[in-house]
């Protein structure tokens, strides 16, 4: 069945610093790959996605990279605050006969002051 | 705009009963997808509903349905409760691919 990994589990950075998340997913007609932040407690939000006709995307400090070949995408953050502190999650979708989106099991993310 | 609602937020039920939990869609979304998130995991997509009937589904049982009403708002019932059933509950509602918003979550514990 599908299946999206993402590493690491746990990531611990200095303020300032970049962070990146990766994923892989196994369903290659997966056409969108969407990443949300969860704060404990809250609703995941969606911070940023990409679509399989793109490479690379860039919001501020937050970009995202897609390989499909490699079936590979990756979340970096630049610049890292406190605030950026939370657990994300990669997904992987395909709007071929009604979506589903597959997550991956998250990355704890610790941003130290 | 309230966004996607959900409701109950906190829910406390007994092996074996039934639950029902309720979803409203954000304003002008058509597809609602339900998600089952335990402790420390990703969400683990249960299906998803668009015009009424059930387009996808994941490896759920079938004690686990869903509804989807003509206003776009739906339901997810669980039957024969089991204790691994505890968890955060997202409905998460959609424009076609458009990126999916997700509402506060209901918290179930079955005890």
């Known amino acids: 069945g599908e299946n999206v990994e993402q590493h690491p589990s746990t990531l611990s950075v200095q303020e300032g610093d970049s962070a990146v998340i990766k994923c892989t997913y196994s369903d290659s007609a997966s056409n969108y790959f969407p990443w949300y932040k969860q704060e404990l407690g809250k609703r995941p939000q969606l911070i940023i996605d990409?679509?399989?006709?793109?490479g690379e995307k860039k919001d501020q400090r937050i970009a995202v990279t897609l390989n499909k070949t490699a079936k590979h995408f990756s979340l970096h953050i630049t610049e890292t605050q406190p605030e950026d502190s939370a657990v994300y999650f990669c997904?992987?979708?395909?709007?071929?006969?009604?979506?589903?989106?597959?997550f991956g099991a998250g990355t704890r993310l610790f941003v130290k002051a | 705009d309230a966004g996607v609602t959900q409701s109950p937020t906190h829910l406390i039920k007994t092996r074996g009963q039934q639950v029902t939990l309720r979803c409203s869609p954000k304003s002008g979304h058509d597809t609602v997808s339900w998600y089952q998130q335990a402790l420390g995991q990703g969400p683990q997509f249960i299906f998803q509903y668009y015009e009424e009937e059930e387009r996808q589904r994941g490896n759920f049982p079938d004690r686990f349905s869903g509804h989807q009403y003509p206003n776009y708002s739906s339901e997810l019932n669980v039957n024969a409760l089991l204790l691994g059933d505890s968890a955060l509950y997202l409905c998460?509602?959609?424009?076609?691919?458009?990126?999916?918003?997700f509402g506060q979550g209901t918290r179930l514990t079955v005890v």
């Open positions: 990409i679509r399989s006709n793109v």
């Open positions: 998460a509602s959609s424009l076609g691919m458009i990126e999916a918003f």
């Open positions: 997904a992987a979708s395909r709007d071929t006969g009604g979506f589903k989106t597959i």
